[in-house]
């Protein structure tokens, strides 16, 4: 491949692939620069996980989370769990009050005024500090 103007070669500005036309895509946000796929994907991953929660009804409240736990590890059973962790919320305006916590302690968390166990006190400890 030959670097002309007419022609220039495209390189993705986050991993520094050069760009065909099966692995690349634009951004029209950032003026034009180029970016691949995978990075794409892998920004759309990280956007999701730290601004939209599934709100149950089809639809997706946005805002800013609590940082995934680097340790990946439940919140509420300290246990490391494989990714993803489950992110629990309180409050549809600020999710900043929520915690990561395992398929098992969501289980748990969704249904807490019925269980009397001690995940479910961690939770009530945690929802009171975060609320």
């Known amino acids: 491949m030959i670097n002309t103007p007419q022609n220039p070669i495209k390189i993705c500005h986050k991993c520094k692939v050069v760009l065909n036309e099966n692995n690349m895509w634009t951004s029209y946000m ?8 995978d990075c794409t994907r892998k920004y759309a991953k990280e956007y999701s996980r ?3 929660i599934e709100a149950g009804d089809g639809k997706y409240l946005k805002g ?7 340790d990946e590890k439940c919140e509420i059973c300290n246990i490391f769990t494989p990714p993803p962790l489950n992110y629990h919320h309180w409050d549809d305006t600020n999710l900043m009050k929520g915690i990561w916590i395992c398929g098992r302690c969501h289980l748990i968390a ?15 400890r945690w ?3 975060l609320s």
Do not use: F, M, Q
Not at 30 to 37: A, E, G, L, M
Not at 64 to 69: A, G, L, V
Not at 112 to 123: D, G, P, Q, R, W
């Open 64 to 70: 800013i989370k609590r940082d995934y736990p680097t």
């Open 127 to 129: 929802k009171g500090i």
């Open 50 to 52: 730290k601004h939209l």
């Open 110 to 124: 969704e249904g807490v005024e019925k269980i009397n166990s001690v995940e479910a006190k961690i939770y009530l």
């Open 30 to 37: 950032k003026n034009h620069i180029w970016v691949c796929k």
